[in-house]
């Protein structure tokens, strides 16, 4: 009884996915509301999440040369403006600080929304020559958006997130930075996140402020939609004009930098949430999750159960990160609490199993139960959570691609996208009211221009002009 009081406070999935997304994250105690408006409180779990998306994404940074910085949390409006297109772009969700103490400020601070301005004004100091190339600088901060709706993880005023910065000699080693880091989020949300994702470009109208091109990932969530999972932008050459960021080149000569920006986000962590988990709460990746494996002692107070648990624990400490729940509650309690916390793989081990030289390995993504023998842990665990990381891709795969549809005109498209939540692949002529007229009409964009190009038509699907390109169009968070 203990356990369906526990799950029954989640709204089932189908019945109302928003109420459902926000039962998870409060349940499985990941983040709370705080006294301030749109913005979370990251708790433990959140945060080792977080933590273990840090670590997997730095890595890969720095094994690509790039080093981690720290940039002020204000910007000068005066700096901030120095990029017409990017504060345009921004203006509308600015934070901004006018008074320092009892003293109104002389110039308003803006409260970083991102951190252009400032690497631009950094890199214009302490670039000269082509010999100081190429900079590539990230850094883990928190940065502020004025959201008018927000949701944890989703979209909150305050979240959490790095971004890169880097600046080059020449146009193509800017072109292919931006490709590198876009191909290096997609494989980490592939590998660790167990989240297929679709890389392509963003259309003029849904590229970032200022940028030349904009590049995306979008992963698809378990109700149909899409999530923009991480961005990787080519700048040109337009914010070292704006902020003079030249260097003596090969010729001796003056010339202006190449500039990239990249970026991921604790949005992350709500995609984690939308493409896995399910109606008994989180339902984790094994490589991203802080604990893999709970062991769950049965009968504990029975002559040695207790100590051939700890025995399990430190036997499999060194192949995996493992914990055991000792407490005086329930089996039947611990064992729902833990499946709201989204642990991947459960130990029980009762007189019974013992005695039988074994333990019973419980999945949380099937709820399948296998005996393991107590003498071959250290081999099958291992093998056993990587078919959970597996089977975790394979199923948010084959969704993606039953709920991927193709549309070669306006009326099948119109049927489409209000009748089927999913990716809609449909040719375009590339003239934004066409673009326009689709997000009118029914509230969906386009995701990205995918660079696995596919020719499903001559004609634009809302115009019939000739077609210029594919593109993914849906709903999005």
Sequence with gaps: MAKEKYVESITSRDVDFAQW?????????????????????????????????QKGLDQRFKALGH??????????ESLLDKEAEHVEGFAPEVAWVTMGGTEQLQERLAVRPTSEALFSDHYAKIVQSYRDLPKLYN??????????????????????????????ETAEEARQETLRMLDTYAEFCRTELAIPVVKGRKTDKEKFAGAEATYTIEAMMHDGKSLQAATSHYFGDG?????????????????????????????????????????????????????QVMVVPVAQHKPGVLEAC??????????????MDASDKMPGWKFSEHEMHGIPLRLELGPKDLANGQAIAVRRDTGEKQPVSLDDLVGTIPELLEQIQK??????????????????DWDSF??????????????????????????????????CMPFEQEHLADTCVCCGKPAKSMVIWGKAY
Excluded at 310 to 323: H, P, S, Y
Excluded at 398 to 407: F, G, H, K, N, P
Excluded at 432 to 444: L, N, P, R, W
Aim: with cysteine; charged share 20%; aromatic share 12%.
């Design 310 to 323: 700890q025995e399990i624990v430190d036997k499999l400490a060194v192949v995996c990160r493992i914990k």
């Design 139 to 168: 850094q883990w901060v928190s940065v502020v958006r004025w959201e008018k709706t927000t949701r944890p993880f989703l979209r909150t005023t305050e979240f959490w997130w790095q971004e890169g910065h880097t600046v080059h």
């Design 391 to 408: 089977d975790l891709y394979d199923r948010a795969w084959q969704l993606m691609q039953e709920r991927t549809y193709t549309a070669t």
């Design 67 to 76: 080093e981690n910085v720290c940039m002020p949390m204000f910007i000068p």
């Design 414 to 447: 119109s049927s489409i996208i209000q009748e089927k939540p999913g990716f809609v692949k449909a040719m375009w002529c590339g003239d934004q009211a066409c673009e326009d007229k689709i997000k009118e009409s029914f509230a969906a964009t386009a995701r």
């Design 239 to 291: 914010f070292a004009r704006a902020f003079g960021i030249q260097f003596s080149n090969r010729e001796n000569k003056l010339q202006y930098v190449y500039q990239t920006s990249w970026g991921a986000s604790t949005r992350l962590i709500g995609a984690l949430i939308m493409v896995h988990s399910d109606d008994n709460g989180l339902l984790l990746p094994p490589h991203i999750a802080p604990t």
């Design 21 to 53: 997304y926000t039962d998870v994250v409060r349940k499985a105690e990941m983040a709370d509301y705080s006294s301030v408006r749109g913005c979370m409180i990251l708790r433990p779990l959140g945060c080792a999440i977080w933590e273990n998306i």
